[in-house]
Each structure stands twice: as structure tokens, then as C-alpha cells.
């Protein structure tokens, strides 16, 4: 375990660090064929897709979005802490877990938007800068009505052709999600002068803005 420590403190280093060779692709991802029906008050989903800055900072500027936390999706809580789950040896993924009014945003049109702006569906354990299934892409539904969209949804990116490779991103099944320590919430708005913000972050908040006008909100909504 101490040599597992050791490792995780080494790499950890370079977690969430711009790289200049990398690139990202904003698509105009289409609209549901498969709309969300639900009812009964706040949703919430989870979403993975790279460094979980961008992913809430995203959605912190959706309409209808009510809290986007940053935290761990899967492994263990004990080992639920940043500098591990960087590092690549536990079994987590760096997620956002989304709440949502679904009478002002259905679940379908985050899901567009995630594949618009925040996550190439095309990239295999990876985005951006960022390597390693713990930066893996993938829908996390927390209900049948939720399940039924992503599934939909993925089908039909494949056969829209609007990817140029083949769509790799997945859909986990929900199990235990562990909020990320706090210097980590709400991190583009307490660090906008941040190297990797200003590179990967500010831009996909742009294109959300360019993209859906009507679903962007200029207030960031705190976790």
C-alpha cells in the first residue's frame, strides 16, 4: 500500500494539466429522437467525461440545472480522494452528479449537450489532455426513464454520422457516488485564472453559449 501511495503522489502531478499537442471537437450533437419523460419534481443524473471541472462547469451554466457536484463515481470510499483517483489505480471515474428540473431541462437535451460541448464520444479512456479510465466517458442513468434515453441516444450518434470515428462511450450502471474534497466544487469560478481552465473549461462554456442560447444561463450555479 505504501508503494500504491507513493505512485498515486507521483502522478497525481499530472492530473487535469493542459497539453499542448491535445485537441477537443465541438459537435452540434442532434436533437433527441428519444425525449426524457419525467415527472415529479428534481432528477438527478451522472455524467463522466474527463476532468470533472469542465464537466460541472458546464452544466453549472445549463437552465433548469440546480446543483452540479464534482466528486467519484464507482471504486471504494475509502480511496474516493483526488490524488488517488488521478493517479489511475482505483476503479472510479472523475464525474459530476447533475440536478435537474426536468419541467425546465429534459434529461435528453443534457445528454446533447454533453456530447455537443463537454465529451468526444469517439475517445476511448480519455479527453482532451486527460488519460486513463478514470477520465472515461460514459451516461450514468439513475432511472429507466433515464436508461432508455441514453441507450437511444448513443444508437442514434452512431448512425447520425456526425463523428468521424466509431461512438466508444459507454453507459454505467449508477452505484455509489463520493463528492470530490471542496477545493474541488465550483472550481472554475474560484479559479478562472487557471492554466488548464483557461485552456479546456472556458471555451466549452462558450460554446455552450454559441450552441444553445436559450438553455445557457450567465449564472453559475454553485454545487
Known amino acids: 500500500m505504501r508503494a500504491l501511495l507513493a505512485l498515486a503522489g507521483s502522478l497525481a502531478i499530472v492530473a487535469c494539466q493542459p497539453a ?4 477537443e471537437t465541438i459537435v452540434a450533437a442532434p436533437a433527441a429522437e428519444r425525449t426524457a419523460r419525467e415527472t415529479g419534481g428534481l432528477k438527478t443524473a451522472v455524467f463522466a467525461g474527463g476532468c470533472f471541472w469542465g464537466v460541472e462547469g458546464v452544466f453549472s451554466h445549463v437552465r ?10 464507482g471504486g471504494t470510499e475509502r480511496q474516493a480522494r483526488y490524488d488517488l483517483v488521478s493517479s489511475g489505480i482505483t476503479d472510479h471515474a472523475e464525474a459530476v452528479r447533475v440536478t435537474y428540473d426536468p419541467a425546465v431541462v ?3 437535451e443534457l445528454v446533447r449537450i454533453f456530447f455537443s460541448v ?6 476511448k479512456n480519455r479527453q482532451g489532455p486527460d488519460v486513463g479510465a478514470h477520465y472515461r466517458t460514459a451516461l450514468i442513468p439513475t432511472s429507466a426513464e433515464q436508461l ?6 448513443l444508437a442514434q450518434m452512431e448512425s447520425s454520422g456526425q463523428w468521424r470515428g466509431p461512438i466508444v462511450a ?3 450502471r449508477a452505484q455509489a457516488f463520493f463528492p470530490a474534497e471542496s477545493k474541488h ?4 469560478v474560484r479559479y478562472p485564472g487557471n492554466a488548464y481552465v483557461k485552456r479546456w473549461d472556458l471555451p466549452k462554456i462558450a460554446a455552450l453559449k454559441r450552441l444553445y442560447p436559450a438553455q445557457y444561463s450567465a449564472r453559475f450555479q454553485r454545487g
Open 185 to 188: 466544487q465550483d472550481f472554475i
Open 170 to 172: 459507454d453507459i454505467e
Open 20 to 23: 499542448a499537442d491535445a485537441t
Open 106 to 108: 429534459r434529461y435528453d
Open 148 to 153: 432508455a434515453v441514453a441507450k437511444a441516444y
Open 118 to 123: 463537454v465529451a468526444d464520444p469517439t475517445l
Open 64 to 73: 433548469g440545472v440546480k446543483s452540479a457536484v464534482a466528486g467519484y463515481h
